[in-house]
C-alpha cells in the first residue's frame, strides 16, 4: 500500500512537523510505503528545489497513491488540492487535525461531505499515531 501525506509547508509553514514525523513513523510501522516521507523533515523544503520538476513529481504519487493522509491544522491551498485530487479518484483520505485548535479548522476539514474522508481530532503525538494506525488496519481489513 502507498499512501502519500499531506501538509502545509509553503511558507514555512512547519508547525506541526512532529505531527508529520509521527503520521510518516506510524505509517512504515503498520507496513506502508510513504511516497513523500521527505514531508516529516523538518529542513523540507531546501532552498533552491526546482518547483516544476517537485510539483510534477509530487502529481505523480498523487496518481500512486492508494490513500492520503493529512496533518490538516493549518489551512493550505496545497493541502486542498492533494485531497481533493485522492478524493475525486474515490481513494480513502484521513485528515487529522490539532484539537486544540479545533475553533479555527476549516470547514473542508470539519464537515468534508465525500464518503471516502475520514476527519479526526487529535490531542497528542501518540492520539495521532493511534489514528494512523487504525485507519490502516482499516483499509487493510
Known amino acids: 500500500m502507498k499512501v502519500f501525506v499531506s501538509t502545509a509547508i509553503t511558507g514555512g509553514r512547519r508547525e506541526y512537523v512532529e505531527a508529520v514525523r509521527a503520521i ?13 516521507a521527505r514531508v516529516s523533515d523538518p529542513t523540507f523544503p531546501q532552498p533552491g528545489v526546482d518547483r516544476d520538476s ?13 490513500a492520503l493522509v493529512a496533518e490538516a491544522t493549518v489551512s493550505s491551498t496545497g493541502v486542498g488540492c492533494e485531497l481533493s485530487l485522492v478524493q475525486a479518484r474515490g481513494k ?4 487529522l487535525y490539532d ?8 470547514d473542508w476539514v470539519l464537515h468534508h461531505p465525500a464518503p471516502n474522508v475520514a476527519t479526526k481530532p487529535y490531542r497528542d503525538l501518540s492520539q495521532l499515531k493511534e489514528e494512523v494506525r487504525t485507519f490502516v488496519r482499516g483499509l487493510k481489513g
Request: proline share 3%.
Open 24 to 36: 510518516v513513523n506510524a505509517l512504515e510501522e503498520e507496513g506502508v510505503e510513504v511516497l513523500n
Open 54 to 66: 517537485a510539483l510534477r513529481e509530487v502529481y505523480q504519487w498523487l496518481q500512486e497513491a492508494d
Open 92 to 95: 480513502p483520505v484521513l485528515l
Open 99 to 106: 484539537a486544540h485548535f479545533g475553533f479555527r479548522i476549516s
